[in-house]
């Protein structure tokens, strides 16, 4: 028998947080914290006041974060202090553990192996959750012939390489995010849910730092997540206290997160305004990935002064900046600005069928001295700007990584799709 209170109904609870479905609102759940600290699937257990409003607090950023990156999440919004909205989910009872650092229980299963070892690419590995038998380790074979089905979706091949390709992706954001506070993030842990009406795999559960192992400057010594209370011999209020403000220096600090540590933008010259529409289709697809996209019209065949005055007004301001050169027939613009700047250029012509084979000519076969790039899809133009300024903005890099995993992703299920129908 379910209760009603508050417009809401208890469907799950466990040793950290509580799970409420929302009356007002189908299809969503409310996920509420708890102020209780545990480890060794809860052998240990403390209350630890404020946990259940830091651990919310970094969760909701963390999804955030990955969001906005464009990774599919079951997060909606944060509701309160210590609880956020999410879609419902039916849960797939498998932990994802991704490692980058072998350190921990890795080292126990694999003797030989010393702490430290770099995992590249990726180690990955899952465990059942079961807390009668300590959440066992599982392999990819007995993760698929268990044959799992979850609001409506059956768990086979391709849901399980969606999941392990997502791991790593979701890790990688993190880790790439976590560097720019000069933080290891050594290894985390992820559960994946279905969507009950999207019928989609989404990552769900909750990230916070109980999920994760993180070292500043890569020094365990320094670690700020839940290993230093599973490590304590006594917990003694003092104790208490020292995890506690480990947990806030890591809630403040994933605020940081999501702040873009360099602001850079493309500035596309075009040859006539005819090309207007040619770079509109770059401003567009620069705005996908959050990059400020200016457009200019200059022809240094006719006036090579004023593209020369242009550039330099760029150069002036400091702002990390690409040039994106759009000029049809014979290209001078591009060979022009690389000629005279140290600043990125690309070419990126509005070819034409009938002299498109000739002109391309232009932009391709540069004098020595000359470093521009020739990319011909608008799209593509602004792709590769953005993996310029992704070295040095995680943020722009989380967004090229989220689409390399959905363009995977959708491959994937289109093939599924098609064999299901060639059956």
């Known amino acids: 028998i379910r209760t009603l209170t508050e417009n809401r109904y208890k469907l799950n609870e466990g040793k950290t947080k509580q799970i409420f479905e929302l009356v007002d609102e189908p299809g969503h759940v409310l996920v509420q914290s708890k102020d209780q600290i545990t480890a060794g699937n809860a052998v240990r257990k403390d209350q630890m006041e404020g946990k259940a409003a830091i651990a919310n607090r970094t969760t909701s950023c963390v999804f955030k974060l990955l969001q906005e990156a464009g990774i599919k999440t079951a997060f909606v919004r944060q509701q309160s202090e210590t609880a956020f909205v999410a879609a419902h989910c039916e849960m797939i009872p498998i932990e994802w553990v991704c490692r980058r650092v072998a350190t921990g229980s890795f080292l126990k299963r694999n003797p030989g192996v010393k702490e430290g070892y770099r995992f590249s690419p990726l180690k990955m590995e899952m465990f059942f959750k079961d807390d009668a038998n300590n959440d066992p380790q599982w392999s990819e074979e007995q993760l698929l012939e268990t044959k799992f ?7 086979g091949r391709c849901e399980v390489d969606i999941m392990n390709r997502s791991t790593v992706a979701i890790f990688e954001v993190l880790e790439r995010a976590w560097a720019t506070q000069n933080c290891t993030l050594v290894d985390m842990k992820i559960e994946f849910g279905v969507n009950v009406h999207t019928k989609e795999i989404v990552l769900a559960d909750v990230i916070d730092n109980d999920s994760w192992r993180l070292w500043p400057a890569g020094d365990r010594s320094q670690q700020k997540d839940k290993q230093v209370y599973r490590d304590l011999k006594e917990v003694t209020t003092e104790a208490m206290q020292m995890v506690k403000k480990n947990f806030e220096w890591v809630s403040e600090r994933v605020k940081l997160l999501l702040e873009p540590k360099a602001c850079g933008r493309v500035v596309v010259l075009m040859g006539s305004t005819s090309d207007l529409a040619h770079c509109e289709k770059i401003r567009k697809a620069c705005g996908s990935y959050g990059i400020h996209c200016v457009l200019r019209v200059t022809s240094a065949h006719k006036g090579p002064d004023e593209t020369l005055r242009i550039k330099a007004e760029y150069e002036g301001d ?56 020739t990319v011909l899809s608008p799209d593509a133009a602004a792709q590769f700007a953005a993996q310029i300024f992704g070295l040095s903005d995680h943020l722009v890099w989380s967004k090229l990584r989220a689409s390399m995993l959905n363009t995977w992703v959708s491959l994937k299920q289109a093939d599924k799709k098609l064999q299901a129908c060639s059956l």
């Open 149 to 155: 089905s979850l609001a409506g979706l059956n768990i």
């Open 318 to 373: 400091g702002v990390p900046t690409v040039f994106v050169a759009v000029a049809g027939r014979s290209n001078g613009l591009g060979p022009v600005m690389s000629g005279n700047t140290a600043y990125p250029v690309i070419n990126c012509p509005p070819i034409t069928p009938d002299w498109g084979a000739q002109d391309i000519w232009s932009s391709l076969r540069m004098p020595s001295g000359l470093g521009c790039s």
